[in-house]
């Protein structure tokens, strides 16, 4: 190790010499920038295979922390969307109970139009009104399904709605499920 760096040193003493003061003015501007390249390229010597070692063990490294910090985003963005849209639904619900003829068809659409991203056909929605609970999935002619009349009560939407944190393939979360319920008081 020794020996290389004095190695070292002496090509730069003589990459010095080069451009000393007997070097004809107009050659001078020329041995000086061969020999700044070549100071350069004797200092550095060794160092470039680290460099290439380093990154290479490490991209990959990185980029899997990355691809898991994407994946955990984008199952917090559903779940955000997923909470919003029931939201809205609720109080879309609760507001036009008495004027709604198919609730199912109707919350549903009202969280597809709050959050187009989620994948309807992953999607359950379970609706809860004056005491009778209902899938959206297996609802039709719900005028039968679910009493509009009576007293005013509390309107209950629970979805449902698969996760995916994955990195390369690999899916880290097989039994996860996104939930979201909200509860709204009619009126």
Not at 135 to 157: K, Q
Request: charged residues 15%; positive net charge; glycine residues 8%.
């Amino acid at each position: 190790m020794k020996s290389l760096s004095h190695k070292r040193l002496q090509v730069v003493a003589r990459l010095r010499d080069l451009g000393g003061p007997t070097a004809s003015r107009g050659g001078s501007v020329k041995v000086r920038l061969v020999r700044g390249r070549l100071c350069a390229c004797c200092c550095l010597m060794g160092n470039e295979g680290q460099t290439l070692v380093e990154m290479a063990l490490l991209l990959p490294l990185l980029m899997l922390l990355v691809t898991g910090i994407l994946s955990v985003g984008f199952a917090y963005s559903n779940q955000q969307a997923l909470t919003q849209a029931t939201g809205i639904a609720a109080q879309y619900l609760a507001s036009a109970r008495s004027s709604s003829t198919d609730p199912c068809a109707e919350v549903r659409s009202e969280i597809h139009d709050a959050a187009p991203q989620l994948d309807l056909t992953q999607l359950n929605v379970t609706l809860t009104m004056n005491g009778t609970s209902v899938s959206t999935n297996t609802c039709s002619g719900s005028a039968t399904d679910l009493t509009f009349t009576g007293s005013y009560g509390s309107v209950t939407v629970y979805a449902t709605y698969p996760c995916n944190i994955g990195v390369v393939g690999v899916n880290f979360s097989s039994s996860c499920t996104l939930q979201a319920q909200v509860k709204e008081l009619e009126y």
